[in-house]
């Protein structure tokens, strides 16, 4: 079965601290990985994807195929990094539509 | 460059009423996706559209539920006889196409519509 689990509902930290917002899932077959960030009162937006290995807003994920895990980190949090975070994958079948597999999200507070 | 837009932003309807969700994807875009978040369900697949088909509908709920998408562009969700556990927030994403086999393409999304059965 196709699954993101994102097992924190609230993350709280304070500002400086680092951050790591898990991120498990479980897919037969080669999957594409992504974070998606809302925050408050904007639209969903793509903050990072496994595929183009970047550094987005300090933010990094790194895909661990044995672990099936891809957590989201930043060594040090803004508090203008208070958002919804989800974790989010698809297939890269040549069946795939792209559609996206989400997590529950979870929300990052960070405290001043 | 504009960006995928939605109406109504809010509607509240009574049960048992229909609604019609519109939205319109970014100029381009062959690729349009619905989704719902709901309390407790999180954000949930319900159609995909390439073009003007739509090769997975495996993500509507009933039969209530149906799609259309017309001249590549502007696309119609409507729920037919509303229940309460239909509130929650409809998004729409596009992406410029879906590619299998190459990796996904980036969705863009709506403000969504905020739909409040009462």
């Known amino acids: 079965a196709q699954r993101v689990t994102q097992p924190e509902k609230l993350l709280s930290v304070f500002k400086g601290a680092p951050v790591e917002l898990k991120c498990n899932y479980s897919?037969?077959?080669?999957?594409?990985l992504f974070w998606y960030v809302q925050y408050s009162r904007q639209r969903l937006q793509l903050l990072l994807r496994?595929?183009s290995r970047e550094s987005i807003k300090g933010f990094t994920a790194d895909l661990n195929k044995g672990e099936t895990s891809f957590h989201l980190k930043k060594p040090f949090a803004q508090e203008e990094d208070s958002a919804m975070y989800y974790c989010?994958?698809?297939?890269?079948?040549?069946?795939?539509?792209?559609?996206?597999?989400f997590g529950q999200g979870t929300t990052l507070q960070v405290k001043p | 460059g504009a960006g995928v837009s939605q109406s109504p932003s809010n509607k509240v309807t009574e049960k048992g009423k229909d609604v019609e969700l519109r939205c319109d994807p970014i100029?381009?875009?062959?690729?349009l996706y619905w989704y719902r978040q709901s309390l407790g369900q999180g954000l949930e697949f319900l159609i995909y559209?390439?073009?003007?088909?739509?090769?997975?509908k495996s993500g509507l709920p009933s039969d209530r539920f149906s799609a259309e998408r017309t001249g590549g562009s502007v696309s119609t969700l409507t729920i037919q006889r509303t229940q309460q556990e239909d509130s929650a927030v409809y998004l729409c994403?596009?992406?410029?196409?879906?590619?299998?086999?190459?990796?996904?393409?980036?969705?863009?999304f709506g403000p969504g519509t905020r739909l409040t059965v009462l």
């Open positions: 559209f390439q073009g003007n088909s739509a090769p997975d």
């Open positions: 989010a994958l698809s297939g890269r079948a040549s069946s795939n539509t792209g559609k996206l597999i």
């Open positions: 897919y037969s077959g080669s999957p594409e």
């Open positions: 100029s381009g875009h062959t690729a």
């Open positions: 994403a596009s992406s410029p196409l879906s590619i299998g086999g190459a990796g996904t393409d980036t969705q863009y």
């Open positions: 496994h595929i």
